[in-house]
């Protein structure tokens, strides 16, 4: 498989076993340190036992406890990740709000764990996940909202899903580009994914994400895009030294007064390429 097949919000859990064996990272940002070979190799240690961890947590842990512990646990558990990976967390703008569809840009698998990290929220996926072994199952039990695609019947029971979580207070994430990118640019935005949050009422809020290095320069090295696999994807961050993972959120933005999709899209698009088109925020400097 490659990058965008897994741009749909859950990525290739099982691909991790292979850490081990993946190739040395080649595309973190020029004049960058990269990570001594010891470190290199406490992170994937390190690694390994967050996700066996995690994968206990859910299997022992969650069936004592409701969503809102579920939700504190992921948290948890993405912010420790993001720890083990070198990747620091930076937000900027308004505070995510409770109870809105919140709208990203895709880069990277991490991208789940930093938004996890910031708001446990609910991913949209395409229905087929929830065969995949393993991955499926621990996407069942995260709150994921698997949409099977061209079924209008279906449409209409996954939208009466994401309003119940919106009037719980929950958020709901997705990614309407529908793949991914290495961040210096942003795609169209699928209207059609904006619905749910337009017919039950709820704000929806952009958020940009941006990898920086440690002197605020663009870096690919989290982007699972193109023909990359996750094991070179996890090699590249691995090999990072420090990487910033920079959330900007901007204010929500009521569906309530008669807003068509297609509006809302290109609002939401235009706050994010806004920030993404900053100077020197999206800027590959060579060797990149």
Known sequence: ????????????VAAFTRLQAAPAAGTIAAGSRPTPRLLR???YTRLALHLVQGLLTVAFVYPLCRRPAHQALRRRWSAGLLRVLGIELETRGEAVAPGCMLVANHISWVDIFV?????????????????????????????????????????????????????AGCNVAIFPEGTTTDGSHLLHFHAALLQPTIACGHPLQPLALQYRTADDRFSRAPAYDGELSLGECVANIVASRRTIARV??????????????????AHAHAQIAAVIAEPGAASPQPGT
Do not use: Q, Y
């Open 248 to 265: 900007t959120v901007a204010a929500p933005i009521p569906t309530c007064d008669g807003v068509d999709r297609r509006t809302l899209a």
């Open 115 to 167: 938004i996890n990290a910031l708001a446990p929220a609910a991913f949209v996926s395409k229905a087929e996940v929830r065969n995949w072994p393993l991955i499926g199952w621990l996407a069942e039990r995260n709150d994921t909202i698997f949409l099977r695609r061209g079924s209008r019947g279906h449409a209409r029971i996954i939208n009466a899903e994401i309003a119940g979580l919106l009037d």
């Open 41 to 43: 190799a406490w992170r």
């Open 1 to 12: 498989m490659n990058a965008s097949e897994h741009a749909d919000g859950v990525p290739d």
